[in-house]
């Protein structure tokens, strides 16, 4: 692999480049974005070796490895784009959070030059020049591999992850979705409403956002996220969010339901299991 | 001031209890607990200068300040006990995060003698073995004046906070609790509630703790509060907490609506709004 090609030269885009160069890659690293500061900026930082804003022009970089890392509906539309200007040899594959339909419909307009991917990584923060080279390192990274996956595609994906620090798992597009539907995309939902519940309950008299103690800003941190990278996630993921909501509404109903009826036995079982499970995955 | 009595040794007790060894407090820190071990460990770590089981072992302490630290349904009990076992002149307050009603009825039982507070300070954590002497420092306490509360008892717990640290404000008790009951109480109870959606939605195919990235550890870490005190506070603050989350549940469900329905253009707004405003309190 000499010639890498990033697409959405963001947060992910930069770390995923960072973190090349810091694990000894020697080749070049190209940067492809809309926003042709993003470009600069990451020209500046020496997080790209060279970019455009003009799609056509990655035509004469020649990449071999192409990660995507632009908002996730954008997918579609630029894998049409790139259908014809890059070879079939070329190895293309995502960091998108949401796999299912995406990895299905890149395929029939990619071929088996996609392999689909995600790592558990990131932050709140948004913009290339946070970009973090050791973001990967010790993380999961989920690739959905499907049965018309080219296996030494998927071999080159998966040894790229591993040499900047990723521990790669397989699921499949399927699966993903609805793990991190849970997991994932339903505490950002939680958190954006949580803060749009102070906004809304706020009043003349009585400003919330004064008394952010008590748990609130760590547990809004998330809701910090870039808007339209969670607007995409949100609506490519709909079926199993809208699922993960309901459950979790059928939870929190349940809660409520002990605090008005003041179960107070109950009340404390609920309370304790969840911190024992919760206690479990630190 | 020279002898304080601290009611419930754990973490929040604890912490009080160094935060004035740490502030140049020469005098005697005495410490009551219902849990012999609490009181044992408290001894061994210096936090406490001695201690008891026994509620009536207090009065040979003689303390001039009482700081109630159990958790706030335990209080009216503990100040019926108190009532004729300390003087008029002893001051008693709380660390207790629920105000409201419990005010008024700790001043019916030990009269003007008692000054309502909340430290907006504390972690998941419980236990007198993590008492932090710093946990006050440039942190918020709410003291819940009413109109017949003592002068110069309010004033000598206000200095009590200040030198520890604490920045003072006041609130009435019906403020303090709406106020919290939506930026604290509200919160933990969506954390708890988040938790218990995984294990609900967790099968004997997918475990969904095995897969904590993406937000949810910070989100719920809260969660790992202790259930005990965090039942009293839910049932204490009951009408404000259930006011909460149906402005929560209403935030959520509109969100909902937005991505069922893909109105992209109104969830991008909804999602900026709240980003912008998340800012604002960093």
Chains 1, 2 share one sequence.
């Not at 790669?168 to 991190?180: G, K, N, T």
Request: aromatic share 8%; proline share 4%.
């Amino acid at each position: 692999m000499e010639r890498v090609l990033v697409i959405g030269v963001g947060f992910m885009g930069g770390s995923f480049a960072l973190a090349l160069k810091n694990h000894g890659f020697k080749g070049s690293i190209y940067g492809y974005d809309i926003n042709p500061e993003s470009i600069k900026k990451a020209f500046d930082l020496g997080i790209i070796d060279e970019g455009t804003t003009n799609l056509s022009d990655i035509k004469n970089y020649e990449p071999d490895l192409i990660m995507l890392s632009s908002p996730v509906r954008t997918f579609r539309y630029i894998a049409k784009g790139l259908k014809d200007l890059v070879d079939e040899e070329v190895t293309i594959t995502d960091q998108g959070s949401v796999k299912g339909n995406i990895v299905y419909e890149l395929e029939r307009i990619l071929g088996n030059r996609y392999v689909g991917g995600h790592p558990i990584a990131g932050t709140e923060k948004s913009g290339v020049e946070h970009s973090i080279p050791n973001l990967y390192e010790g993380k999961k990274v989920i690739l959905t591999p499907t049965k018309n996956t080219d296996k030494e595609k998927l071999k080159k994906v998966e040894s790229t992850w591993r040499m900047i620090g990723g521990i790669v798992e397989y699921m499949s597009p399927e699966l993903h979705d609805h793990v991190f539907g849970v997991v994932s995309h339903l505490p950002h939902a939680v958190a954006f409403a949580l803060v749009d519940t102070l906004i809304r309950m706020s009043t003349g008299q009585v400003d919330l956002f004064k008394y952010p103690g008590g748990g609130f800003k760590d547990f809004t941190r998330i809701a910090k996220s870039d808007p339209i990278m969670w607007r995409d996630i949100f609506l490519e993921n709909k079926e199993n969010l809208l699922k993960a909501i309901e459950g979790f509404q059928n939870s929190l109903n349940y809660l409520k339901e002990l605090i008005k009826e003041e179960k107070e036995e109950e009340l404390t079982g609920y309370l304790r299991e969840v911190k024992t499970k919760r206690m479990e995955i630190d």
